[in-house]
């Protein structure tokens, strides 16, 4: 960061978190999917899409060193890809979550809105048991900014080396 401040803001290491969590899990999935797929030109969006995805990781993971009291360890092992797998299911969480809730704004018919609503209120329920799966376990420790940035960093490079 060459000519800037000599860190990164908060706000923006959160953003750099969540999109890193998000894409591994995305990336963990996609590679685990392309042998099976039989269709040529759909393995070859699958191959374009892990592709894509391993250079933003690449290029994200650069800006780590830069977050806010990144210490420089690693964070302790857990089995396989339990970390990313959980974060692939956290974020399909998170995204149903929005998704719902920009749906609500542009209904109009009210026996839908009832049940984008009822649906809603199941997604926020269904993050709430992901999220506190992975907390207990030490796999999304919200409230430790370093061990949440190197588990990140971790999760990405097993999914890069898969």
């Not at 393995?43 to 892990?50: P, S, T």
């Not at 998170?94 to 809603?120: D, G, M, Q, W």
């Given at each position: 960061?060459q000519g800037?401040?000599?860190?990164?803001?908060?706000?923006?290491?959160?953003?750099?978190?969540?999109?890193?969590?998000?894409?591994?899990?995305?990336?963990?999935?996609?590679?685990?999917?392309?042998?099976?797929?039989?269709?040529?030109?759909?393995?070859?969006?699958?191959?374009?899409?892990?592709?894509?995805?391993?250079?933003?990781?690449?290029?994200?993971?650069?800006?780590?060193?830069?977050?806010?009291?990144?210490?420089?360890?690693?964070?302790?092992?857990?089995?396989?890809?339990?970390?990313?797998?959980?974060?692939?299911?956290?974020?399909?969480?998170?995204?149903?979550?929005?998704?719902?809730?920009?749906?609500?704004?542009?209904?109009?018919?009210?026996?839908?809105?009832?049940?984008?609503?009822?649906?809603?209120?199941?997604?926020?329920?269904?993050?709430?048991?992901?999220?506190?799966?992975?907390?207990?376990?030490?796999?999304?420790?919200?409230?430790?900014?370093?061990?949440?940035?190197?588990?990140?960093?971790?999760?990405?490079a097993?999914?890069?080396?898969?």
């Amino acid at each position: 960061m060459q000519g800037s401040t000599p860190h990164l803001a908060w706000h923006e290491t959160m953003e750099l978190h969540e999109l890193v969590a998000f894409q591994t899990g995305q990336l963990v999935a996609f590679k685990k999917k392309l042998p099976s797929l039989q269709d040529p030109e759909l393995q070859g969006l699958y191959a374009e899409a892990i592709r894509s995805i391993e250079s933003n990781l690449r290029q994200l993971l650069q800006f780590y060193p830069y977050a806010p009291g990144m210490e420089r360890h690693a964070p302790a092992g857990h089995p396989e890809l339990i970390g990313a797998e959980s974060a692939q299911l956290l974020g399909f969480a998170k995204t149903a979550v929005r998704n719902y809730s920009i749906a609500i704004t542009e209904t109009a018919t009210p026996e839908l809105r009832c049940v984008f609503v009822a649906h809603l209120m199941q997604a926020i329920e269904f993050h709430a048991k992901v999220f506190n799966f992975m907390l207990v376990r030490g796999l999304y420790p919200a409230y430790n900014l370093d061990q949440l940035l190197a588990g990140d960093v971790k999760n990405a490079a097993q999914a890069l080396a898969l």
